[in-house]
């Protein structure tokens, strides 16, 4: 029973990816349509982030009182309610409102399903958690090209993606008192195997409260929290700007490049696929540094004067190059910065996660509108940079600590 619940979890992972992807793939051909200037895609995506902010940190709290599952629905309830108003959202006033519940609700399904698998599932189970997330990113933008292409409606494509998250909400309401029955056995399941060696025990917990007000204060930690910020910001920025600098700068169909963008988040989301057997036989941080030298490689082809098709193949090195990254950083902080802390730096690196993705692409935005859409990739490679420096910078700290202990 507790493999087939997963699956629904899974489900649920795909649901939360779709939506993410859908308004830089739709933003071409919308923004004429409702009367908007070209950089208020930036304002929707900060309304989105700032709500996932907020509902992501009042989730444990909330997730304490009503417990996972319900929080689960009542949050897809949220978001397949706030992309069946963006179908018929008539002005970008109306998108911005259905932008909160979006936010709120994405936000607490993220981080209580994430808080749910790290709990009652072992550690592996992430990482599939996060591949399947990229399934919904990478399936959103080919949903929206069909019906651009088709029918030259992005309105059809969020009426569709709308009914796909109302199923979910109804699964979701079926197997609602399975939620604790399935976290009773697992946890027992669990304390019967070997520990699992990113669960903490109730010693290292105690001990983490004893030194969380000191967190900041490790040497390493705070290059860590900007790694995390240029990585979501770069992930978001490419996902929200990356059609609309297909079709401005290089005069490809908003179809098209709805269809590229969707094979972005498919390199991500194969990538996560992959990385999920590699790390069998290759250790975290040379994983993440090949990722980011990777991504690299693909922004530095989208700066360079090459044949249209050479933009595709930059975005899917992005794509696989981010893919280890996030789900690796993550994995290394108990080891990076010891267990004690681990609990406490989660927060704070999700915290600054969300800070990228909020405000890094509506900045873009701003810039694009004042200069050219042109400098995306520009943009992308200096994120890009300022993540694997950051990152590098961390892995030197901790260098100099071995040495020196």
Not at 335 to 353: D, H, I, P, V
Not at 365 to 377: H, T
Request: proline share 4%; charged share 10%; net charge positive.
């Amino acid at each position: 029973m507790a493999t087939w619940f997963l699956i629904i979890i899974y489900l649920a992972f795909i649901s939360l990816g779709l939506p993410d992807s859908l308004l830089g793939s739709a933003w071409p051909v919308m923004w004429p349509e409702i009367g908007a200037s070209f950089g208020s895609a930036g304002i929707l995506s900060m309304v989105v982030a700032g709500g996932t902010i907020v509902s992501s940190l009042a989730s444990g709290s909330i997730t304490h009182k009503i417990g996972a599952g319900k929080i689960t629905l009542i949050s897809c309830c949220l978001t397949a309610g706030a992309l069946l108003g963006y179908s018929f959202a008539p002005s970008l006033v109306w998108l911005i409102i259905f932008a909160i519940p979006l936010g709120l609700g994405a936000g607490a399904v993220d981080a209580t399903l994430n808080n749910y698998v790290a709990e009652h599932y072992k550690a592996h189970h992430m990482n599939w958690l996060h591949c399947f997330w990229g399934v919904g990113a990478t399936a959103g933008p080919i949903i929206m090209s069909y019906y651009i292409a088709d029918q030259n409606s992005w309105r059809s494509g969020y009426a569709t993606v709308a009914l796909i998250q109302f199923g979910l909400v109804i699964i979701l309401f079926i197997t609602l008192p399975l939620w604790k029955r399935v976290a009773t056995m697992r946890d027992a399941d669990l304390t019967q195997s070997e520990p699992d060696e990113n669960q903490m025990d109730s010693t290292s917990v105690e001990d983490g409260k004893k030194h969380a007000q000191k967190v900041l204060k490790i040497k390493g930690v705070k290059h860590s929290l900007v790694a995390f910020l240029f990585y979501c910001g770069v992930e978001a920025t490419v996902g929200l700007w990356g059609a609309s600098y297909l079709v401005g700068a290089r005069d490809i169909t908003a179809g098209t490049a709805a269809v590229w963008i969707s094979l972005y988040y498919g390199g991500i989301t194969i990538g996560r696929l992959v990385t999920g057997f590699v790390t069998l036989k290759i250790r975290n941080r040379v994983l993440i540094l090949i990722g980011q030298l990777t991504a690299i490689l693909g922004g530095v082809i989208l700066v360079l004067p090459l044949p249209i098709p050479f933009s595709l193949a930059g975005l899917i090195l992005i794509g696989l190059g981010l893919a280890p990254i996030y789900p690796g950083l993550l994995h290394e902080t108990p080891t990076r910065f010891g267990r004690e802390n681990s609990a406490k730096l989660m927060g704070y690196q999700m915290a600054l996660a969300y800070t990228g993705t909020t405000f890094l692409p509506p900045i873009f935005g701003m810039l694009a509108s004042q200069i050219s859409i042109r400098v995306f990739p520009i943009i992308v490679l200096i994120f890009l940079l300022c993540m694997i420096l950051s990152s590098e910078r961390v892995n030197r700290i901790l260098k100099k600590r071995v040495l020196k202990g």
